[in-house]
C-alpha cells in the first residue's frame, strides 16, 4: 500500500517568508507525527496528533511554528517569518494509534533551506 | 542533554561477518525502543523493536538486544550485506505521548 507522503520534497525560501509543508499520512493511520532532522542529528519530535487534535505539541521550538490536521488525515506544519536557523528537513511519520504498537512510519520529509 | 545516545559516528564491517550497532539511554522511563535505518534522500525506515519487559527480540537477521540494568541496547546483524550500509538510528519512547527521542546514528558500512 502507498506510504507516508510528503510534499514539496524541496523548498527554498527567503528569510522571513511563510512556508507550509504537507504530509499524507498511511491511510487509517490515526497518529501522525513530525520531526525536525538537521545535518550530522537524529529526528527531533516536534509535535503529535492523535486524530484532528494535537496531543503534544511540547517539541515546537517557538510560537512560529504551527501544525493542523483539521480532518484527521493530511497535516500542513506551518512556518512564520522563516529564519535561516528553520534550514533542516522536516519528517512526517504515521502510525496506526493502537495500543502496544510503537513503530511510526516516515515519509521521505521536505528539505526546507531558507536563504 | 542528550537522552539517547549512539557514541560510535561509523562502523565499517566485511560483508558476511556480524555487525553490532551500540546504544545508550539515560531516562528508565522509556518502555519501548526501535532501531531504524535510512539511505541517503530517504526517510527512516524502522527495522526493529523491543519493549522493556524483554531482553530480546529477532526478526530474520537482525536482533535486538535490551540490558535494562545498564541503559544499553545493541542491534547485531548478521551476516551483514553490502545493502545493509546506511545510518541506523536508535530511538526510545514511553508514556502518553508516544514521541520518540532518537540518537544521532551511526553511519554503518558493509564492505563487499
Known amino acids: 500500500g502507498a506510504g507516508v507522503s510528503q510534499t514539496p520534497s524541496n523548498k527554498v525560501t527567503e528569510k522571513g517568508k511563510y512556508v507550509e509543508l504537507r504530509c499524507d499520512p498511511i491511510?487509517?493511520?490515526?497518529?501522525l507525527y513530525w520531526y525536525r532532522q538537521s545535518l550530522g542529528q537524529g529526528p527531533e519530535f516536534l509535535i503529535y496528533f492523535q486524530g484532528t487534535g494535537a496531543a503534544d505539541d511540547s517539541g515546537l521550538p517557538n510560537d512560529r511554528f504551527f501544525a493542523v490536521r483539521p480532518e484527521g488525515s493530511v497535516s500542513t506544519l506551518k512556518i512564520q517569518r522563516t529564519e535561516r536557523g528553520d534550514s533542516a528537513v522536516y519528517l512526517c511519520a504515521s502510525s496506526p494509534g493502537t495500543a502496544q504498537t510503537y513503530e511510526q512510519y516516515f515519509g521521505p520529509g521536505t528539505r526546507l533551506t531558507v536563504t | 542533554d542528550q537522552q539517547v545516545k549512539q557514541n560510535s559516528p561509523s562502523l565499517s564491517v566485511q560483508e558476511g561477518r556480524i555487525s553490532i550497532l551500540n546504544c545508550d539511554y539515560t531516562n528508565s522511563m522509556f518502555d519501548y525502543f526501535l532501531w531504524y535505518k535510512k539511505y541517503p534522500a530517504e526517510g527512516p525506515t524502522f527495522l526493529i523493536s523491543?519493549?522493556?519487559?524483554?531482553d530480546k527480540n529477532e526478526d530474520g537477521r537482525f536482533t535486538v538486544f535490551l540490558n535494562k540494568s545498564a541503559k544499553h541496547l545493541s542491534l547485531h546483524i548478521v551476516p551483514s550485506q553490502p545493502g545493509d550500509s546506511a545510518v541506523y538510528f536508535c530511538?526510545?519512547?514511553?508514556?502518553?505521548?508516544?514521541?520518540?527521542?532518537f540518537g544521532t546514528g551511526t553511519l554503518l558500512a558493509v564492505q563487499p
Open positions: 523491543i519493549s522493556s519487559i524483554k
Open positions: 530511538a526510545a519512547g514511553g508514556g502518553a505521548t508516544n514521541k520518540l527521542i
Open positions: 491511510s487509517g493511520h490515526t497518529a
